[in-house]
Protein backbone atom coordinates (compact mmCIF):
# COMPACT_ATOMS: atom_id res chain seq x y z
CA UNK A 1 0.00 0.00 0.00
CA UNK A 2 1.57 3.37 -0.83
CA UNK A 3 1.83 5.81 2.18
CA UNK A 4 0.78 9.56 0.96
CA UNK A 5 0.92 12.94 2.77
CA UNK A 6 0.80 15.97 2.64
CA UNK A 7 4.62 17.99 3.36
CA UNK A 8 4.23 21.19 2.48
CA UNK A 9 2.25 23.97 1.38
CA UNK A 10 2.62 27.51 0.73
CA UNK A 11 0.14 30.12 0.37
CA UNK A 12 0.34 33.06 -1.73
CA UNK A 13 -1.35 36.18 -1.32
CA UNK A 14 -5.38 34.97 -0.56
CA UNK A 15 -7.98 35.12 1.91
CA UNK A 16 -5.55 37.33 4.78
CA UNK A 17 -2.24 35.41 4.20
CA UNK A 18 1.01 36.41 2.52
CA UNK A 19 3.36 34.19 1.22
CA UNK A 20 2.77 31.87 3.98
CA UNK A 21 4.51 28.65 4.48
CA UNK A 22 3.40 25.68 6.17
CA UNK A 23 5.60 22.40 7.21
CA UNK A 24 3.41 19.41 7.33
CA UNK A 25 6.31 16.83 7.15
CA UNK A 26 8.34 15.73 10.69
CA UNK A 27 11.22 14.50 8.12
CA UNK A 28 11.88 16.86 5.62
CA UNK A 29 11.66 20.77 6.19
CA UNK A 30 11.30 23.13 3.04
CA UNK A 31 11.31 26.90 2.70
CA UNK A 32 10.25 29.16 -0.56
CA UNK A 33 12.27 32.27 -1.58
CA UNK A 34 11.33 34.62 -3.80
CA UNK A 35 13.95 36.37 -5.95
CA UNK A 36 13.99 40.08 -7.12
CA UNK A 37 13.58 38.60 -10.71
CA UNK A 38 10.15 37.35 -9.42
CA UNK A 39 11.78 33.71 -9.74
CA UNK A 40 10.28 31.27 -7.15
CA UNK A 41 13.06 28.70 -5.87
CA UNK A 42 11.88 25.93 -3.49
CA UNK A 43 14.32 24.16 -1.29
CA UNK A 44 14.25 21.35 1.05
CA UNK A 45 17.05 20.08 3.37
CA UNK A 46 16.71 17.13 5.80
CA UNK A 47 15.25 17.42 9.46
CA UNK A 48 17.90 17.21 11.80
CA UNK A 49 16.34 15.80 14.90
CA UNK A 50 13.47 13.74 13.60
CA UNK A 51 11.54 11.01 14.77
CA UNK A 52 12.00 7.28 14.55
CA UNK A 53 10.26 6.01 11.93
CA UNK A 54 7.96 3.67 14.52
CA UNK A 55 7.06 6.43 16.90
CA UNK A 56 3.80 6.95 15.58
CA UNK A 57 2.94 3.03 15.19
CA UNK A 58 2.37 1.41 11.51
CA UNK A 59 -0.91 3.16 10.43
CA UNK A 60 -0.03 6.70 11.44
CA UNK A 61 2.27 8.50 9.22
CA UNK A 62 2.15 12.11 11.07
CA UNK A 63 0.24 13.99 13.15
CA UNK A 64 0.43 17.85 12.97
CA UNK A 65 -1.02 20.75 14.88
CA UNK A 66 -2.78 24.14 13.58
CA UNK A 67 -2.46 26.16 16.87
CA UNK A 68 -3.42 29.67 16.72
CA UNK A 69 -6.45 32.07 18.01
CA UNK A 70 -9.87 32.79 16.63
CA UNK A 71 -9.47 34.75 13.23
CA UNK A 72 -6.02 33.00 13.10
CA UNK A 73 -7.19 31.33 9.82
CA UNK A 74 -6.96 28.01 10.80
CA UNK A 75 -10.12 27.10 8.96
CA UNK A 76 -9.46 28.85 5.90
CA UNK A 77 -5.94 26.83 5.62
CA UNK A 78 -8.01 23.02 6.16
CA UNK A 79 -10.59 24.72 3.42
CA UNK A 80 -7.26 25.35 1.12
CA UNK A 81 -5.87 21.66 1.72
CA UNK A 82 -9.29 20.38 1.02
CA UNK A 83 -10.44 22.57 -1.72
CA UNK A 84 -6.81 22.45 -3.38
CA UNK A 85 -6.63 18.04 -3.00
CA UNK A 86 -10.26 18.23 -4.52
CA UNK A 87 -9.76 20.57 -7.55
CA UNK A 88 -5.78 18.10 -8.24
CA UNK A 89 -8.07 14.84 -7.37
CA UNK A 90 -9.82 16.36 -10.81
CA UNK A 91 -7.03 17.49 -12.36
CA UNK A 92 -8.39 21.13 -12.25
CA UNK A 93 -5.74 23.69 -11.40
CA UNK A 94 -6.97 26.01 -7.91
CA UNK A 95 -7.56 29.21 -8.63
CA UNK A 96 -5.25 30.69 -5.74
CA UNK A 97 -1.20 30.97 -5.99
CA UNK A 98 -0.06 28.27 -4.13
CA UNK A 99 2.39 25.59 -3.92
CA UNK A 100 1.83 21.70 -2.45
CA UNK A 101 4.48 18.83 -2.23
CA UNK A 102 2.91 15.76 -1.27
CA UNK A 103 5.81 12.48 -0.19
CA UNK A 104 4.48 9.16 -2.46
CA UNK A 105 6.38 6.53 -0.17
CA UNK A 106 9.48 8.01 0.09
CA UNK A 107 9.47 10.18 -3.15
CA UNK A 108 8.24 13.61 -3.43
CA UNK A 109 6.73 15.39 -6.13
CA UNK A 110 5.57 18.88 -5.92
CA UNK A 111 2.38 21.10 -8.35
CA UNK A 112 2.88 25.02 -8.11
CA UNK A 113 -0.15 26.59 -9.55
CA UNK A 114 -1.68 30.55 -9.89
CA UNK A 115 -5.57 31.58 -11.65
CA UNK A 116 -5.44 28.18 -12.83
CA UNK A 117 -2.27 27.71 -14.94
CA UNK A 118 0.91 25.87 -13.63
CA UNK A 119 3.85 28.26 -12.26
CA UNK A 120 7.52 27.40 -12.91
CA UNK A 121 9.45 27.22 -9.69
CA UNK A 122 12.99 26.29 -9.41
CA UNK A 123 14.03 22.58 -7.49
CA UNK A 124 14.98 19.73 -7.24
CA UNK A 125 11.94 18.22 -6.16
CA UNK A 126 9.87 16.18 -9.19
CA UNK A 127 7.10 17.88 -10.67
CA UNK A 128 3.83 15.90 -10.05
CA UNK A 129 2.68 15.70 -13.20
CA UNK A 130 -1.53 15.28 -13.70
CA UNK A 131 -2.28 14.55 -16.55
CA UNK A 132 -3.00 10.72 -17.76
CA UNK A 133 1.14 9.41 -18.52
CA UNK A 134 2.31 11.28 -15.27
CA UNK A 135 4.10 9.35 -13.06
CA UNK A 136 2.18 10.73 -10.17
CA UNK A 137 -1.43 11.64 -12.09
CA UNK A 138 -2.75 8.30 -10.08
CA UNK A 139 -1.75 9.85 -6.76
CA UNK A 140 -5.30 10.98 -5.71
CA UNK A 141 -6.80 7.62 -6.79
CA UNK A 142 -6.98 6.47 -3.27
CA UNK A 143 -7.06 9.60 -1.45
CA UNK A 144 -10.06 10.61 1.02
CA UNK A 145 -10.25 13.48 2.84
CA UNK A 146 -12.44 13.66 6.24
CA UNK A 147 -13.43 17.29 7.86
CA UNK A 148 -14.37 16.87 11.29
CA UNK A 149 -15.27 20.10 13.82
CA UNK A 150 -17.69 20.33 16.23
CA UNK A 151 -17.63 24.21 16.25
CA UNK A 152 -20.03 26.04 13.83
CA UNK A 153 -17.31 26.40 10.85
CA UNK A 154 -17.39 24.76 8.09
CA UNK A 155 -16.09 24.53 4.70
CA UNK A 156 -18.17 24.72 2.08
CA UNK A 157 -17.15 21.94 0.10
CA UNK A 158 -19.33 20.24 -2.13
CA UNK A 159 -19.32 17.67 -5.26
CA UNK A 160 -16.13 16.42 -4.83
CA UNK A 161 -16.32 11.99 -4.19
CA UNK A 162 -13.02 12.26 -2.36
CA UNK A 163 -14.57 14.67 0.31
CA UNK A 164 -16.66 13.87 3.33
CA UNK A 165 -17.96 16.67 5.56
CA UNK A 166 -18.23 15.60 9.37
CA UNK A 167 -18.63 19.19 10.79
CA UNK A 168 -21.38 20.15 13.49
CA UNK A 169 -23.15 22.17 10.94
CA UNK A 170 -23.35 19.63 7.72
CA UNK A 171 -24.32 17.39 10.56
CA UNK A 172 -27.19 18.93 12.05
CA UNK A 173 -28.52 20.26 8.87
CA UNK A 174 -28.62 16.22 7.51
CA UNK A 175 -30.48 15.74 10.66
CA UNK A 176 -33.23 18.17 9.90
CA UNK A 177 -33.21 17.72 6.47
CA UNK A 178 -37.26 16.96 6.34
CA UNK A 179 -37.71 19.99 8.10
CA UNK A 180 -38.03 20.92 11.72
CA UNK A 181 -41.70 20.37 12.80
CA UNK A 182 -43.27 22.39 15.33
CA UNK A 183 -42.99 20.47 18.67
CA UNK A 184 -39.81 18.54 17.61
CA UNK A 185 -36.78 18.57 19.74
CA UNK A 186 -34.06 19.49 17.09
CA UNK A 187 -30.98 17.87 19.17
CA UNK A 188 -33.27 14.93 19.39
CA UNK A 189 -33.35 14.86 15.83
CA UNK A 190 -29.78 15.04 15.99
CA UNK A 191 -28.35 12.67 18.69
CA UNK A 192 -30.38 10.44 16.03
CA UNK A 193 -28.57 11.21 13.27
CA UNK A 194 -25.43 10.84 15.08
CA UNK A 195 -26.23 7.52 16.53
CA UNK A 196 -27.03 6.37 13.40
CA UNK A 197 -24.24 8.06 11.60
CA UNK A 198 -22.05 6.42 13.55
CA UNK A 199 -23.61 3.09 13.46
CA UNK A 200 -22.68 3.00 9.83
CA UNK A 201 -19.22 4.48 10.17
CA UNK A 202 -18.31 1.73 12.48
Known amino acids: MRKKTLAFMYIGESHGFHKQKLNFSTKELFDIRTEDDGKIILREEKCKKKLSAEFWGKD??????????????????????????????????????????????????????????????????RKMELHENGYFSDFFEDVQLVYCSNTMTELKIAGYDIFQDCSLPYRLRQANAHGHVMGEDITRNFEHYEFDRQINVA
Open 60 to 125: ILEVNLLVGKNGAGKTTVMRFICQWICQLSQKQLPMETGILVFKDNDDLAYIAFSEREEIPISTNI
